[in-house]
Every structure is written in structure tokens, then in C-alpha cells.
């Protein structure tokens, strides 16, 4: 080959190379270079969307662009994390992921368009929300306990609602009967408010959904509480027990959220994205606002954030397998 042709490609290759280095340095070092969307898989108004709406304007002012806040509800947020999963990876679209991201391949399974991990670059855990388990006012029973042993006393007879199947609350609940061995009917409803209003009316005897919703309902005696989940008792609710001291140690998992950025976004954009929103999390005026709404923030790594997510999704795939349930949409 002629020495200079050769000479040529070898500069042009080792130019390549050293562009293709310092691409990834200089994305992270501009970013962010425009508003970041935050993907919500639910219509306004719940829990999740509180809690993305209240961490937007905080993060907007650390990270110096708009945040702007996306609803894309439906499919149980399928269609919100295809959407993230097809999006750009340059950090300016993220997933703000609820719990139901990591059961979803156990009920959608090949209807999803995307794959759970493959498809996402974890960024941080943001924060928890226990599960509440109440009944009407005049139920009987007083704690978790004796609503247990009625429920034992009088087999599928004990109905208990939940915001749909497949739902954290619906999973919790299953396990919940293998666990103490009780036999309860299962009766999901499309969203929280049709839930509450059957327990209200006393025509379903339990529910369990996640706490943020009904903190109000127990302050103004309209449910009672029996229990929560979580190994510690919530801020927002200080006089309710936890499923540990109940006597179910293992029903310890609540709702969770997260940031998912979609795959292929830069090592040093999810870096910068992750120390932003951990500092964001430890805002002291933040913190108590969405305690109030029984909402704990916390972040991690993005590493322990994507091991949480595998986690979750073996151990209710174990849950679902075992109690054999169909929760197909």
C-alpha cells in the first residue's frame, strides 16, 4: 500500500477515534441544552404525578432549563415507557417510573414494544410510598390481626379492592393470602376513587392501594386503617402499624418511583442527572411536603436503582406464579 495513503488513514482513523472519545465529555459537558421532559404514566391528579410535579420546578432550577412535566397515561404505562424507550438518548426525556414498570412483562408480556432493562438506562430511585390496608368504619375488626381471623372464619366471603389487577395493591394483597392462608375475593376497579367509594359503601371489606390517597380519608375518619407496609410506620400516618408488626415481616414492599433515561444515553449525562435530582431530594421543604402525602424521598445510584427493578420483577413474577394468578388486561 503506498506509505502515504497509509499515513493518511492511519491520522484520519486515530482522528476518528479521538472524536469519538471526547463525544460523549462534550454531549455531558452542554447538557442539558434544552427543557427535559418528565414522562408520567398516569392522567394528572394521582400520586406519582404529585410527586413529579413538586421535583420539576426544584430540578429545573438546579439543572438551569425548563422541566415540563408529560402525562401519557394508559396500558397500565406501557405507553409511556415505549414512548421514553424510542426517545432520544441525550437525557433531555425521562421516564418518571412507578412500580408497575418492573411487573409489567409478567401481564402485558408480548404485547410490550420494548424490553424492561434492555430498553432503559436507570438514574435514581426517588422515593416510596407504603401501601395502605383499610376498611370501612364500621368493620369490626380493629387491627390486621382480626381482620384475618374473620376473614379465616368465614372462607371467600372477605372481598378486598384494589386500583386494578396487577396493581402493587393487588399483588401486595396475594401475597398477602399466602402468606397468612386466607382465602379473599379479589374486586379491581379502575383507579383509586371508585376503589374508596365501594369500601366506603361497605361493599368490598378491604383495599389496598398506595397510602398517598387515603392519608385524608383516615384524618377525617371516613376508612379505618388496619395496617401499613414498609418496615418503618409513615410520617403521614404515625399511629398505624406496620404488616411486621402485624406479624408479616415479608410484606414489606410498597409503591416505589424512579428516573429511567432510555438506553444508550451517555455514562456522564445520567451521572449528571443523578447528582441533580439526589441533591433535589434532600431539600428539606420538599421533603416534609410530600411526607404529608406519605411520600418518603430517597435516591441511589443508578446501579442499585436498576437492581431494585430486576428485584421487583422476579420476586412479583414468584408471587404471581405462585398464586396463580391471571392478570392479564
Do not use: C
Not at 242 to 267: F, N, R
Amino acid at each position: 500500500m503506498n506509505a502515504g495513503l497509509w499515513g493518511r488513514r492511519s491520522w484520519l482513523l486515530g482522528a476518528t477515534a479521538i472524536a469519538m472519545g471526547l463525544a460523549a465529555p462534550v454531549q455531558a459537558q452542554s447538557f442539558p441544552s434544552k427543557p427535559i421532559r418528565l414522562v408520567i404514566p398516569f392522567a394528572p391528579g394521582g400520586v406519582v404525578d404529585l410527586t413529579a410535579r413538586q421535583i420539576g420546578p426544584k430540578l429545573s432550577e438546579a439543572i438551569g432549563q425548563p422541566v415540563l412535566i408529560e402525562n401519557r397515561s394508559g396500558a397500565g404505562g406501557t405507553l409511556a415507557a415505549d414512548h421514553v424507550a424510542k426517545s432520544a438518548p441525550d437525557g433531555h426525556t425521562l421516564l418518571f417510573a412507578f412500580d408497575s414498570h418492573a411487573v409489567n412483562p409478567h401481564i402485558y408480556k408480548s404485547e410490550l414494544r420494548y424490553d424492561t432493562f434492555k430498553d432503559f438506562a436507570p438514574v435514581t430511585f426517588v422515593g416510596s410510598i407504603p401501601l395502605l390496608l383499610a376498611t370501612s368504619p364500621g368493620y369490626p375488626a380493629q387491627d390486621m390481626p382480626a381482620f384475618l381471623n374473620l376473614a379465616r372464619n368465614k372462607p371467600g366471603s372477605v372481598s378486598y379492592a384494589s386500583v386494578g389487577a396487577g396493581s402493587s395493591g393487588h399483588l401486595a394483597a396475594e401475597q398477602l393470602k399466602l402468606l397468612a392462608k386466607v382465602d379473599m375475593l379479589h374486586v379491581p376497579f379502575k383507579g383509586g376513587a371508585p376503589a374508596l367509594a365501594a369500601l366506603m359503601g361497605e361493599q368490598v371489606q378491604l383495599i389496598v392501594f398506595a397510602a398517598g390517597a387515603g392519608v385524608p380519608l383516615v384524618r377525617g375518619g371516613k376508612i379505618k386503617p388496619l395496617a401499613v407496609s414498609g418496615k418503618q410506620r409513615s410520617s403521614a400516618m404515625p399511629n398505624v402499624p406496620t404488616m411486621a408488626e402485624a406479624g408479616y415481616p415479608q410484606l414489606d414492599s410498597g409503591a416505589w418511583m424512579g428516573l429511567l433515561a432510555p438506553a444508550g444515553t451517555p455514562a456522564a449525562v445520567i451521572g449528571r442527572l443523578n447528582a441533580e435530582v439526589a441533591k433535589v431530594l434532600k431539600d428539606p421543604e420538599l421533603i416534609k411536603r410530600l411526607a404529608d402525602q406519605a411520600v418518603e424521598l430517597s435516591s441511589s445510584t443508578p446501579e442499585q436503582f436498576g437492581a431494585l427493578v430486576r428485584s421487583e420483577h422476579d420476586k412479583w413474577g414468584k408471587v404471581i406464579r405462585d398464586a396463580k394468578l391471571d392478570v392479564a388486561p
